[in-house]
DNA sequence: CTTTAAGCGAGACGGTACGTCCGGTCTTATT
DNA sequence: AATAAGACCGGACGTACCGTCTCGCTTAAAG
């Protein structure tokens, strides 16, 4: 859900790996300059040549190594995924689920961030659209413990689909910033979790 | 929200323009090619040498009248969203979502048909993007007519966000199928419609 | 026979298609370039690289048009071809010979010179050693008159095999300086062809 | 001029040297894998990658031991030099020119031999130019004794130069089959002996 | 109907990026 | 401390597309 961690994630385990050897400041580089490359062109701009370039490493190190750029994204989403974060925890569902999709939203929000780039590639790479997928499967595990908050505290009726609920909570969001690109609405994230909130009372995910 | 309109679209369109004239012709031959192109090969094989070659039509051609891959998908789409379509109505708000979703669902399922390669065109191209926003837009309007005949109905509360509830009711199903990507499973588009129309019933969107 | 030819050739041959267009003006400037990276630098400083930029053309446009190496070679040794060269006419075929074989002597004493060079791509490419074939081909039966002109002054003994006359006078040249590589020896284009006029003259080739 | 010679030399040598010590092994296998991926795939398959895998040993130890291609070249031509030919005693001087020109002929007839590699190579490298000269001398050197053995016959009037007279008889045969590049005609070792001898019985060499 | 100008076919070019191969050097780990 | 394995740098290769340009030729539509 926080499309920020990511790249906190690159640079993270960048510099953890930047142990001394070559080869691990060589891969320390090439990926701190695949972020700074999204963040900064999109993913259009994130060429293997200009991911070298900023590296300050060669052409032919790259494709080495990585083979090509989807190769980097999944070297890049596996390296984002090795954080420690955690789902916000408001002592209510709505609450949760409204910290979570502002989470999202501010990731998204801009259109020209790390996430919608990441996102845009995962069309274009395979590899990428995997690691992608693992990405975010990892963060709705992380979050199944918002639902059983909400059950253990009698708001919902147990046992609940926590990923059912987490998608409906969070997937408007996604959508109307990724597909739709209306523009952005700063109430839209609490709109979600209210309604999401209001069904799962309701006993939708039940 | 169906998804295999725009397919149908443009070959509809491209008949009714075939009239005549070269210029007609070669429109109708070079989007044919874009689409044929798109579902073959999907974004990446969707380039101006394919397009023109398919369309036994010179490059340079295509240059001039669309200037680009996106001009071209602007095209398209405009030559899209001029249907007939109209939303299922099925007698109760959650068929009729459900229907919807699975329009929605069989467009997507497959991760290779025409309207993947079109969404993942607007990670591409800013007018394709644009371009995506307005057939979506007309679509949410046309079933704008399924939340107000629920409302009429009695289902819902009256008045109801119908916009929000649309959103609600398909957004989990494109973000299981693009964004998460995890495997198609058939009782999605019936599930997000039940939860979603058991929020409305609750008034969530009202 | 005259192996600096070739290199008059090109100029003459790029000086006369100069005749305006864009293709003849490139065409002219790659030849150009080749000649003189082959004097410089020898054949292994012939890259498709360096020719683009020594002509001020882009790469793929020589790609386009030569394909490879042993194209521009191709092209260059044809356009050499074109040339009005005449053997020379002293008034005795052993005359004639050292002549000839001086020219040849001249054209590869240096090693470093431009038939030295099309001669070491020829051991490269296919299509180099087909055209420089046809090019000393092409002098071979230009210097057949040199043999029925000392057939003619009763010299030697008709009728004589042109061929084999002349490739034993200057194959010795070739020989010593291309292949033995031993010092130049001023003498050497004499001592050839007073060898072969005299085994001419006991009628060794008739 | 025996040119298979340099193959057998190799072999020869190669066989002669695995006396035990991993370092002449190696060196054994390294030249082995230099003369077989000659014959396969000619100078230009003669990478140091190719070589290296192909004699089971790492890159790194032919660069240390051979520092590049041309020092690979050198060493298996001086190992090739290093045996007992001598040349052919057939009672007179046409003949053993006519059997010296056919070893030359097969050698290089089929354009696809170890000779002709090692010639081609020889144009790329100067170290190799210059061990492939110092192979030559070695071999003319020891023809001498023909020209000698032919003058103590009476044959020809002595004293005879004997290298100018070895060259003219040999030169043709090299400038046709790796210059011109004709198709080999089988007479031609026969024919430049025959011219050589009579030139030679003329006095010409004397 | 004619004419006339917009549109098309054809082909070359400059340019960016791709992914590969190879030469040669340097670093790391091993023994 | 020496050496084998492996990673790196650098240069060239040949390809695919992109988008631009210039020239003729067709042909659809205006007069």
Redesign the pocket.
């Known amino acids: 859900m926080d499309s920020s961690t990511p790249a906190s994630g690159i640079s993270e385990g960048a510099a953890r790996r930047r142990t ?4 691990a400041r ?2 320390a580089e090439v990926l701190d300059a695949v972020g700074a490359l999204l963040l900064e062109a999109g993913y259009d ?6 991911v ?1 370039e900023r590296a ?6 790259v ?3 990585w ?3 989807g190769g980097l994204l999944v070297d890049v989403l596996d390296a984002a995924a090795d954080d420690t974060w955690t789902p916000p925890d408001t002592g209510s569902l709505e609450g949760d689920l409204a910290a979570l999709n502002q989470e999202v939203y501010e990731a998204l929000a801009s259109g020209t961030g790390l996430t919608t780039a990441l996102i845009a590639a995962s069309f274009r790479s395979a590899e990428a659209a995997e690691a992608l997928g693992r990405f975010w499967e990892d963060r709705y595990a992380r979050c199944a413990v918002v639902v059983s908050r909400a059950a253990a505290r009698g708001e919902i009726p147990a046992p609940a689909d926590s990923r059912a609920l987490l998608v409906a909570a969070t997937a408007p969001v996604y959508h109307e910033l990724l597909l739709l690109r209306t523009a952005p609405d700063p109430a839209l994230p609490g709109r979600a979790a209210a309604a999401t909130a209001a069904a799962a009372r309701a006993g939708a995910f039940s």
């Open positions: 001394g050897g070559r080869s060589v891969r701009g994130l060429t293997v040549d200009a070298a300050g490493v060669h052409r032919t190190t494709y080495r190594r083979r090509d750029v």
